[in-house]
């Protein structure tokens, strides 16, 4: 039941979620097709506005789970079959094809405000119930467990209370329980960003006449100071970059005193001139007017991660505990996986399949496993591009690779899969490695053509006798390491073990369950 009257809201429910996102949709999703009673409140009105528009391979799998798919595949959204990455302004791009072995595993581009609101709803068609316009002001705890919420009504001020059993943190950003509550949020140094963007019409695409056209394309900045983005999109294309925030106030500050335009359109149009070939494609098009003025958008990219996910009776996900870098395009991903960790270890503790502390430690390990991984490759990213004139010369040719490679493999498969932590200086040398190591620019066929002549590359990195095919070996092989290819269906996460307890993915039936 989807609704925005305060009336409706239920004194009681089993399980409370605050915020109706991608995450707390999903979570509602999988919990109320099991048959439990669900509550969420979110305090906007849906239809409303996001970034964050393009999608991992993932998301139609976790879709398919919820019965979800079809609808997304007969909205419109522009399909995505693929993405290109130009890291290096001094090497060719390298592209990410997910429908290479199958035609049907392509995702999407989407607007936020119409997917978003799709999830939403069909939350609400589950059996959840969905208010909306309602705010979550207090939470009400006895020692470490939450017990009530305190909701306020946005439009017309009326105030209630909903006790629960069960809560999921999914307040974005906000992240009342991390922030308010727990205190345990903590912003990364190295991501310190903002994001300026806004919407074009009338672009040019990526490889045009081939199956590949319109495909996203992310540039690193000639200049090393950053990224940019080029998403095509059903009602035009997203264009974006992102730069580091101390560098960006420094460049509009300089304009100014120059007498350039220091409007956030001169900024942003100036910080476009490092993308070159993103340029390009906008050359003869035209920013699409909001009320017959350019706007142009920006918001603060802080990285940061908490000290935990779950405690007694609560589970935390999405941007409430953790946000990242977008350059890998990983929000939604998480939001999801998230939400789908936090229901199914509920659901267990709820069924007395396992203990509590069982379940939070499940949930903790399984985000925190997750935020580790994409971390450690934002960091190599950008790494990788503020160093690209250190990179112009293969990697192939360092002859350090075996040993640094046999030494990593049981750092990231033992302690990143088992979500155990890694020293500072572990990941300060693994960063180092993958930056210079996983980035080598290639084409689906030559990989394909590699792995058909020399099987995996695990085994295989040194075998190769010219001297960039042995690069994308390597580079395939440190990317296998890191798992960096599962975000293009949903097996290894489900999969994986964590804490002894791997999800079990049957409707009717979800939970964790202990591995023997």
């Known amino acids: 039941m989807a609704s925005t009257h305060t009336s409706t809201i239920p004194a ?3 399980v409370l979620i605050i915020g109706g996102g991608p995450g707390g949709s999903y979570a509602a999703a999988v919990l109320a097709r099991e048959g439990i009673n669900v509550l969420l409140l979110e305090a906007d009105k849906f239809p409303r506005y996001h970034v964050g528009e393009s999608q991992l391979a993932s998301l139609r799998h976790f879709l398919r789970f919820i019965d979800l798919e079809k609808e997304f595949e007969n909205h419109g959204f522009t399909q995505k079959h693929g993405a290109a990455f130009k890291l290096d302004k001094h090497k060719r791009e390298g592209y990410t094809d997910f429908v290479f072995d199958d035609p049907k595993n392509y995702s999407w581009n989407t607007v936020r405000s119409e997917s978003d609101e799709l999830m939403l709803r069909h939350a609400a068609r589950s059996g959840a119930t969905v208010i909306e316009e309602t705010r979550v002001m207090e939470i009400e ?7 009530a919420a305190t909701w306020k009504n946005t439009q017309s001020g009326q105030m209630g209370q909903v006790k629960f059993d069960y809560l999921i943190d999914a307040s974005g950003r906000a992240g009342i329980c ?6 345990n949020r903590h912003y990364n140094p190295d991501f310190k960003n903002v994001a300026f963007w806004t919407y074009w019409s009338g672009c040019g695409e990526y490889k045009p006449g081939t199956s590949r056209a319109g495909s996203p394309y992310f540039e690193a900045l000639s200049d090393e100071s950053g990224w940019a983005w080029f998403i095509p999109l059903h009602i035009g294309t997203s264009v974006g970059v992102v730069v580091k925030q101390e560098l960006s106030d420094e460049k509009r500050a300089t304009a100014k005193t120059r007498g350039l335009d220091s409007s956030l359109y001169g900024h942003y149009m100036r910080l476009l001139d490092s993308a070159p070939n993103i340029k390009a494609m906008i050359a ?7 009320n017959n003025e350019i706007v142009v958008r920006t918001a603060s990219d802080y990285s940061y ?3 935990s996910y779950a405690g007694p009776h609560y589970r935390i ?4 505990g953790a946000f990242i870098d977008p350059y890998l395009s990983s929000g939604v991903h998480l939001a999801i996986s998230s939400g789908l960790s936090a229901a199914a270890s509920i659901c267990s503790s709820l069924k007395g399949e396992c203990s509590e502390d069982d379940a939070i430690r499940f949930h903790n390990a399984k985000i925190d496993a997750s935020y580790t991984r994409f971390v450690l490759i934002i960091k190599s990213v950008y790494e990788h591009i503020r160093s690209q004139k250190a990179t112009t010369l293969s990697s192939a040719t360092e002859d350090n690779f075996d040993d640094a490679f046999l030494m990593f493999r049981p750092v990231i498969q033992g302690r990143i899969d088992s979500s155990l932590s890694l020293s500072e200086e572990d990941k300060t040398r693994l960063v180092h490695f993958y930056s210079r190591h996983a980035f080598e620019p290639s084409m689906p066929e030559e990989r394909h053509n590699l792995l058909k002549e020399f099987g995996d590359p695990v085994k295989s990195f040194n075998n190769a006798d010219d001297i960039h095919s042995k690069a994308i070996l390597r580079s395939m092989a440190v990317r296998k390491l890191l798992s960096v290819d599962e975000t ?3 097996d290894n996460y489900v999969a994986d073990v964590v804490e002894g307890f791997r999800l079990r993915l049957e409707r009717g039936n979800i939970g964790i369950e202990k591995c023997r």
Not at 141 to 147: E, F
Not at 284 to 290: E, G, L, M, R, V
Not at 317 to 320: E, K, Y
Request: glycine share 4%; no cysteine; proline share 3%.
């Open 12 to 14: 009681t429910a089993t």
């Open 141 to 147: 705890w006895d020692d470490a467990r939450p017990m």
């Open 178 to 183: 991390s922030v308010k509550y727990l205190k």
């Open 284 to 290: 003869n098009a035209a920013i699409i007017k909001n």
């Open 305 to 307: 991660h908490s000290d």
């Open 317 to 320: 996900i999405g941007d409430a």
């Open 488 to 490: 293009n269906h949903i």
